[in-house]
Nanobody
Framework: QVSLAESGGGVVQAGDSLRLACAAS????????MGWYRQALGKDREFVGT????????FYSDSVKGRFTISRENDKNTVYLQMNSLKPEDTAEYYC???????????????????WGHGTQVTVSS
């Protein structure tokens, strides 16, 4: 069992930056590829990006590519989402998720995860 806890959300203005963290506890963190997602009020969950087990490979949705960066520190059991040049349309609840299976990165891209966090709210005002 793995528990995931997101933190770092808040209210910012357009153009600002924010860094979210997702702390994991339980099984060996480095066994898990990690993903970030978001869900705006009244909308479906949206894929944001993934990072592989070592942190050497990342993938992003077109909507955040060039503005968001995912990184991880396996010795701290934490994955991060650095968000720059924030826009009002980035307003959402942000979630992290973990997948330890074969093909984890592809699975995470379509929202298939073994574990999910409870989310942290990001609000970007114009």
């Amino acid at each position: 069992q793995v528990s995931l806890a997101e933190s770092g959300g808040g209210v910012v203005q357009a153009g600002d930056s924010l860094r979210l963290a997702c702390a994991a506890s339980g099984h060996t963190f480095s066994n898990y590829a990690m993903g970030w997602y978001r869900q705006a009020l009244g909308k479906d969950r949206e894929f944001v990006g993934t990072i592989d087990r070592s942190g050497g490979q990342t993938f992003y949705s077109d909507s955040v590519k060039g503005r968001f960066t995912i990184s991880r520190e396996n010795d701290k059991n934490t994955v991060y989402l650095q968000m720059n040049s924030l826009k009002p349309e980035d307003t959402a609840e942000y979630y992290c998720a973990a997948n330890a299976r074969e093909g984890a990165l592809g699975a995470l891209r379509i929202g298939l995860a073994d574990y999910w966090g409870h989310g942290t709210q990001v609000t970007v005002s114009s």
